[in-house]
T-cell receptor, first 111, second 111 residues
């Protein structure tokens, strides 16, 4: 199976919270990342978490990591229309610098 | 700093034609990467270069070659383009630890 998996689509109302989920298989992952891709653009790093952390908060973004279940989530508080994009989770394994990406979750924010 | 730059932004090829995608970074990063992005499949690593003078295959190297010309530049060559290589190609660079920086992408169509 895939190393990193995400659901394909999420629809949320403006002002609500969004939660994007990701599961991974490799317990040796050292860093886990969330990237944002707007239409026609490259990937922009939103936030990352080191594997020995459970939670990281950065303004409207909260990352939760459950190492036991190999589950990563990104919560966006007070979701805005500008948050509509594709969100990718990714991991770096301990052995090298190669990122492994999930398939991306398309988030649509409705007014 | 320009970050990671890619040329061209768009390209249309006929089956069997060859071309080289150019990538350069001005952040003095050791590692550089080429990914392709296809709908619903996230980013898949084609080739990477951990340091000047070295290159290694990624997940989907067939049909591609790379050159790490110097620390700044990492090019991707398609010797005989095929329709299956229609994709968006992203170059990225990385120092160590936290973040890979991505270029804006090259949208390639092979007819």
């Amino acid at each position: 199976g895939e190393d990193v998996e995400q659901s394909l689509f999420l629809s949320v109302r403006e002002g609500d919270s969004s939660v994007i989920n990701c599961t991974y298989t490799d317990s040796s992952s050292t860093y886990l990342y969330w990237y944002k891709q707007e239409p026609g653009a490259g990937l922009q790093l939103l936030t990352y978490i080191f594997s020995n952390m459970d939670m990281k908060q950065d303004q409207r973004l909260t990352v939760l990591l459950n190492k036991k279940d190999k589950h990563l989530s990104l919560r966006i508080a007070d979701t805005q229309t500008g948050d509509s994009a594709i969100y990718f989770c990714a991991e770096i394994k301990a052995a090298g610098n190669k990122l492994t990406f999930g398939g991306g979750t398309r988030v649509l924010v409705k007014p | 700093n320009a970050g990671v730059t890619q040329t061209p932004k768009f390209q249309v090829l006929k089956t069997g034609q060859s071309m080289t995608l150019q990538c350069a970074q001005d952040m003095n990063h050791n590692s550089m990467y080429w990914y392709r992005q296809d709908p619903g499949m996230g980013l898949r690593l084609i080739y990477y270069s951990a340091s000047e003078g070295t290159t290694d295959k990624g997940e989907v190297p067939n049909g591609y070659n790379v050159s790490r010309l110097n620390k700044r530049e990492f090019s991707l060559r398609l010797e005989s383009a095929a329709p299956s290589q229609t994709s968006v190609y992203f170059c990225a660079s990385h120092y160590q630890g936290n973040e890979q920086f991505f270029g804006p992408g090259t949208r390639l169509t092979v007819l």
